[in-house]
């Protein structure tokens, strides 16, 4: 057992070197309080957003497209700002592997640093480079350790 121990320690090293700030989009996108239900459901759909924070909130309220397309009577976006899940929430310095998990379990993730808003995590960002060389890693971690336990039973 001790000997597939070493070998997870390339998977370690990923988990501590790469980090939520490493895959998140910065600067996101965000609405103006003031702006058209209309026109911020408009902007949404361009952009492919299911969620939105609110400008001026730091993070801490979002606007839902969903909500938006049920009622487009001229009502102003900050009628429909609600807070912002705490389980939506992750820090900046979080291994990728707890990030991952999180994204998994709720879809979109709002990037916190010095309780700020850094940026945004959605599915989308799965097929940066970081994921990349993180998964490779963790393959090689994997290959590493089955070729020493093949290793060992052979003669």
């Known amino acids: 057992m001790a000997m597939l121990d070493r070998d997870l320690s390339i998977e370690e090293l990923a988990t501590t070197v790469f980090l939520a ?12 309080p003031d702006v058209s239900t209309e026109q911020a459901s408009l902007l949404m759909q ?7 924070p609110v400008a001026g909130s730091g993070g801490s309220q979002i606007v839902l497209r969903m909500n938006l397309d ?3 009577s001229g009502k102003k976006v900050s009628q429909f700002a609600v807070d912002t899940p705490a389980e939506h929430w992750v820090d900046h310095r979080s ?3 707890h990030t991952l998990e999180q994204l998994a379990e709720h879809g979109w993730l ?14 989308q960002d799965l ?9 490779f890693a963790v ?13 060992s039973y052979q003669g």
């Not at 361009?46 to 939105?52: G, I, K, N, P, T």
């Not at 480079?129 to 998964?135: N, R, V």
């Not at 393959?139 to 290793?151: D, F, N, Q, V």
Request: a neutral charge.
């Open 21 to 32: 700030e490493h895959i998140c989009s910065h600067n996101p996108f965000e609405l103006d």
């Open 46 to 52: 361009l952009y492919e957003l299911d969620q939105a």
């Open 70 to 72: 049920i009622d487009r």
């Open 95 to 97: 291994s990728l592997h």
């Open 110 to 123: 709002f990037v916190r640093a010095n309780r700020s808003l850094l940026g945004t995590i959605d599915r």
């Open 127 to 135: 097929g940066r480079p970081t994921i990349s060389a993180y998964l």
């Open 139 to 151: 393959i090689l971690g994997l290959e590493r350790g089955l070729r020493r336990l093949y290793g």
